[in-house]
């Protein structure tokens, strides 16, 4: 159950809210899903990066992709660079799907993959 329908909200068939399932703190890092939508032709996925983690890509994908960091530094894994980004930074890849994340940051590292298919 989501906040929101805890609350009462109205159901509205304009939106949908996705919600992350599982723990969130995995030692070696995790790439939970927050939304899930063949009919919409989108997913999104909560990627979460402890200290120097590194966390693969779990599947591969052939549309665009979108990286959006929420906290730290994430260094992208690409077939055609590794660039790095920081908070409030996004990567959008068309050509290539990204492969993995690595956290370069001091800190613990959260990000989201946006996936449109």
């Known amino acids: 159950m989501t906040l929101d329908e805890l609350l009462g909200g109205e159901v509205s068939p304009d939106y949908r809210i996705g919600r992350r399932h599982g723990p ?8 939970l899903p927050l939304l899930d939508d063949a009919e919409a032709g989108l997913r999104a996925y909560l990627v979460t990066l402890p200290r120097a983690a590194t966390v693969e890509a779990p ?23 590794r660039p790095v980004l920081r908070r409030g930074e996004t990567l959008l890849a068309s050509r ?21 298919d």
């Open 24 to 31: 969130s703190g995995a030692p070696g890092g995790s790439v």
């Open 59 to 81: 599947f591969a994908h052939k549309g665009a992709e979108l990286v959006g960091v929420v906290s730290g530094l994430v260094q992208v894994m690409l077939g055609s660079g």
């Open 96 to 116: 290539r799907g990204i492969d993995a994340w690595r956290n370069v940051g001091d800190t613990g590292a959260q990000c989201l993959w946006v996936l449109r």
